[in-house]
């Protein structure tokens, strides 16, 4: 089955609450726009977020737009949902995904909301892992419905569940991510976000391991490392 994500290399992150950073947010090479509801937009900036983005989705884009919204257990996803469902909206991520139940309870929203809104088409859910229980969890999560046609994982939360900070100790979560997309029909996962601090050395000695391991893609914060990483998941 194809699926939106078949030929996605690259999702550009952006702050769903910065105006500025909004306006531009399709000014860059990326293949794909995430608007971040969840972590970095500060718990104050929910409201003014969901109403930029709500902007944004009320038209189609030029590149796929996704919404990553707040988690399950936040309570919040239906406040995002209510605001981000419109013609311009691709798919939706979902951060820190541990219960398949969880990620079945946002699917039937969403689908309510597509509905009420008489959008037609499929509106697909790409599901994060950045937890033990997520990745013990992510053969579960990978097939939760048929809405589920991406995974990706989250380093940053995980390394400190785990308590490692070296791709030795996160060598086996990534793999099972792998075998479990692989498993599900699904493209290879996302690669974690890169550091924009980080140089351009090290932002290719990632990737290029990122796809030796079988990820399809990644997700930056950047604007200047897009062509890198466009050109190592080519």
């Known amino acids: ?12 992150y952006v702050p769903a609450y910065r105006e500025d ?10 293949d794909a726009v995430v608007f971040d509801l969840e972590h970095l937009t500060p718990d104050d900036q ?21 919404v990553r919204v707040n988690g399950y257990p936040t309570g ?7 605001a981000v469902v419109g013609p ?13 139940s969880e990620v079945r309870a946002i699917a039937r929203a969403l689908d309510a909301r597509r509905a009420a809104a008489g959008i037609t088409r499929v509106i697909p859910l790409q599901v ?18 048929h809405l589920v046609e991406s995974i990706g994982l989250g380093e940053g939360d995980l390394k400190a569940d785990l308590g490692t900070a070296t791709d030795e100790g996160l060598a086996f979560s990534r793999a099972r991510l792998v075998v479990a997309a692989r498993a599900a029909g699904l493209p290879g996962p996302v ?21 030796s391991l079988g990820y399809s893609s990644r997700t930056l914060l950047d604007p200047a490392h897009v062509a890198l990483v466009n050109s190592v998941y080519a």
């Open 1 to 12: 089955m194809s699926s939106v994500f078949d030929s996605i290399r690259s999702y550009f």
């Open 21 to 30: 950073l909004v306006a531009a947010a399709f000014d860059n090479d990326a």
């Open 46 to 66: 929910k409201d003014a977020g969901r109403a930029l983005v709500a902007r944004v989705v009320a038209t189609e884009q030029p590149k796929p737009v996704l």
């Open 76 to 82: 919040w996803y239906e406040q995002d949902l209510d």
């Open 88 to 100: 311009g909206l691709t798919a939706l991520r979902i951060p820190k995904s541990e219960s398949a």
């Open 128 to 145: 994060m892992i950045e937890t033990a229980v997520g990745v013990t969890a992510v053969d579960e999560l990978a097939v939760a419905t």
């Open 191 to 211: 690669q974690v976000t890169f550091n924009p601090a980080g140089s351009h050395d090290e932002l290719r000695r990632s990737t290029e391991l990122g796809r």
